[in-house]
């Protein structure tokens, strides 16, 4: 089973943006989806999009049109997350989750918090 | 696509059998996944397919899914159940998420 393994907690002004990067390892990186999860402080999961690394395709969550955009580097089996125009509604822990295409969400890192403030 | 509603809370008693039900338009027709999350950790997948428990998910654990509702339920409770629960199912290309149920084991 893959391990995934997050940057660290960011603290953004409003109006930046914040790339939050998911490194995967123990499993073939190109075999997997990696999806990104919001959750604000004490509400729930929110989705915002998935990439398949082995063809850079990407679906996005209609909320995170035009605001997320998701890569992922194959050589360095590492995903990232990078969100725009930041305002205080974005001020939540962000999660990367490793699936088969379609499939349950396998594994999941630590999670990152970013603050906008 | 679709909405999943989860009640916002479940109480059981230890030893109890607890329940906790995702409702969604023609939800049976897509599989239906279980997470636990407990305070200040990533969620952790506890039912898949339905009714598939991954390796080391203890057997209390199971679920359900027809018509418009999927079910999670854990036989003999234990207190470090105690956590929320979300289920989740895939609508064309788009992953839905139901609001969450806390458990709470009293």
């Known amino acids: 089973q893959v391990q995934l393994v997050q940057s660290g907690t960011e603290v953004k002004k409003p109006g930046s943006s914040v790339k939050v990067s998911c490194n995967a390892s123990g499993g073939a990186f190109t075999t997997y989806t990696i999806n990104w999860v919001r959750q604000a402080p004490g509400q729930g999961l929110q989705w915002m999009g998935v990439?398949?690394?082995?063809?850079?395709?990407?679906i996005y969550a209609e909320r995170f049109q035009g605001s997320v955009t998701l890569s992922a580097d194959e050589s360095t089996s590492t995903a990232y997350m990078e969100l725009n125009r930041l305002t205080s509604i974005d001020t939540a822990v962000y999660y990367c989750?490793?699936?088969?295409?379609?499939?349950?969400?396998?594994?999941w890192g630590q999670g990152t918090l970013v603050t906008v403030s | 696509s679709f909405d999943l509603t989860q009640p916002p809370s479940v109480s059981v008693s230890p030893g109890q059998t607890a329940t906790i039900a995702c409702s969604g338009n023609?939800?049976?027709?897509?599989?239906a996944s279980w997470y636990q999350q407990k305070p200040g950790q990533p969620p952790v997948l506890v039912i898949y397919q339905d009714v598939k428990r991954p390796s080391g998910i203890p057997e209390r654990f199971s679920g359900s899914n027809s018509g418009n509702t999927a079910t999670l339920t854990i036989s003999g409770t234990q207190a470090m159940d105690e956590a929320d629960y979300y289920c989740q199912a895939w609508d064309t290309n788009n992953v839905v998420f139901g609001g969450g149920t806390k458990l709470t084991v009293l």
């Open positions: 989750a490793s699936a088969l295409k379609g499939g349950p969400f396998e594994s």
């Open positions: 990439i398949i690394p082995v063809s850079g395709t990407t």
């Open positions: 023609k939800l049976g027709d897509e599989y």
